[in-house]
């Protein structure tokens, strides 16, 4: 059974910062070289690609909005995926989901992967 749980979310102004964390937990992680990534989903909105990270860490990508704000990065030794996010604005505010798939290239499509958080609730306020 292949579990994230992500942590970390809450309520910030406008240009504050917050550490999201995602720890994985199962089998897969042991036995596969996992990429990992962030999505993350406002209201009466679609799901959408934030950033992802390959398994060593040598490949990041995000998407246009976050670049230079946000930053991906993982500890293998303890399963968990981290993502610092600085300047917030109002338009970050969405639920944060922490997803894995069972080889090491990274993805922007969250069909692409296999195993997904329940989300940690992010909130700027203007």
């Known amino acids: 059974q292949v579990q994230l749980v992500e942590s970390g979310g809450g309520l910030v102004q406008a240009g504050g910062s917050l550490r999201l964390s995602c720890v994985g937990s199962g089998r897969v992680f042991s036995t596969n070289a996992v990429a990992m990534g962030w999505f993350r989903q406002a209201p009466g909105k679609e799901r959408e690609f934030v950033c992802a990270?390959?398994?060593?860490?040598?490949?990041?990508d995000y998407t246009d909005s976050v670049k230079g704000r946000f930053t991906i990065s993982r500890d293998n030794v303890k399963n968990t995926l981290y993502l610092q996010i600085d300047s917030l604005k109002p338009e970050d505010t969405a639920v944060y989901y922490c997803?894995?798939?069972?080889?090491?290239?990274?993805?922007?499509?969250?069909?692409?992967?296999?195993?997904w958080g329940q989300g940690t609730q992010v909130t700027v306020s203007s």
């Open positions: 990270i390959s398994w060593s860490g040598s490949t990041t």
């Open positions: 997803a894995a798939r069972r080889i090491s290239i990274t993805s922007q499509r969250a069909d692409d992967y296999d195993y």
